[in-house]
């Protein structure tokens, strides 16, 4: 049993809970489940453009039956997190098609140039993106503790790890456009829901030998 952060009612048999989070504590009761009729709709888990459709009708199903500020955002938080699935899907079904054997060759630079060669073609901003994960907390309590001391963290093998993830997705976008190189890279450290997400970005380019 649990109490709707919507109307204040209790959940139970007649009245069942619907959890917005993976920590279950932003409950919503059966009964403003049911005024969200968009809400209860399973969407196309690869059309980003019906998702954004979804979005708009719940959020006015939300001015409609009055939710309060709490419950908008905990809704809208929790639609964020299914938009970025889909857009994780996308991504996914995208990278199917691209030759990723071409990886290990891609040339990459925190600089705008590469000795030897010149770039034909500039194919647009980049970015790649990775979690820390959720157990990154635990290791970043550790870390702290041992800021001073000699030890190297797990904080920081984590670290460059999720380095290392983002900067494969920076490659497979600057594939996806085309190029062989990346000028510009650099690296944002950012929390989103909660977890520490390393952000690449870069130029995707085209170089060609002189
Ligand atoms: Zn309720």
């Known amino acids: 049993m649990a109490v709707c952060m919507n109307c204040g009612k209790k959940t139970g048999m007649r009245n069942p809970e619907y959890y917005l989070d ?52 905990a809704i809208n938080r929790y639609l964020q997190k299914r938009r970025a699935k889909i857009e994780r899907n996308i991504l996914d079904e995208k990278k199917k098609y691209i030759d990723l054997s071409n990886m290990n060759t891609h040339l990459l630079t925190t600089g705008y140039n590469f000795e030897g060669y010149e770039i034909s073609a500039y194919l647009g901003v980049i970015s790649g993106q990775s979690a820390l994960g959720s157990g990154a907390f635990s290791g970043w309590s550790a870390a702290a503790n041992n800021f001073l001391g000699t030890e190297s963290s797990y ?16 490659i497979i976008s600057s594939l996806m456009k085309g190029g062989n190189a990346i000028i510009g890279i650099d690296f944002d450290y950012i929390i989103i829901e909660g977890l520490i997400t390393v952000i690449a970005n870069g130029t995707s380019v085209i170089t060609t030998k002189k």
């Open 155 to 170: 904080f920081g093998n984590r670290l460059i790890e999720a380095k290392e993830s983002a900067t494969r997705e920076l």
């Open 22 to 73: 993976s920590d279950m504590t932003q409950v919503l009761c059966g009964e403003c489940y049911k005024k969200l009729a968009h809400f209860q709709i399973k969407s196309d888990e690869n059309d980003i453009q019906k998702f954004d459709e979804t979005f708009k009708l719940i959020q006015m199903e939300m001015e409609e039956h009055t939710f309060n500020d709490e419950t908008k955002t």
